[in-house]
């Protein structure tokens, strides 16, 4: 089941991302680590250069679910175990619902 957000949320997210927050906090970001390190100079100058870019995207990675844990699980018993096809089922049954 997916978690929804609020509109509120989905508003800020949405404000925080096209309003230019995001540049300005990692210029400043950027200028207190060149204050902490300064022999990383040339590395910090190339990223406060290229600052424009929204470095953050939604993931697409796809998440594990109930059904898709147990459907691998009874392939890796199936992988494991040689019976009879009539015994297979009922025994990875067991197994992966611990009956």
Same mark, same amino acid.
């Given at each position: 089941m997916a978690i929804k957000t609020s509109k509120s949320n $989905?508003? !800020?997210? #949405?404000? !925080? =991302? @096209? #309003?230019?927050?995001y540049a300005k906090n990692r210029r400043k970001k950027l200028e207190r680590e060149l204050k902490r390190n300064p022999n990383n100079e040339k590395q @910090?100058?190339?990223a406060l250069s290229n600052i424009s870019a929204y470095r953050r995207k =939604?993931? #697409?990675t796809k998440k594990w679910s109930k059904t898709a844990i147990? $459907?691998?699980m009874i392939k890796?018993?199936? #992988?494991k175990i040689n019976l009879s096809p009539a015994q297979t089922s009922t025994h990875a049954f067991r197994i992966v619902w611990g009956i």
């Open positions: $989905e508003l !800020y997210f #949405s404000t !925080y =991302k @096209i #309003s230019g927050k @910090i100058h190339q =939604k993931p #697409s147990k $459907e691998c890796k018993v199936f #992988s």
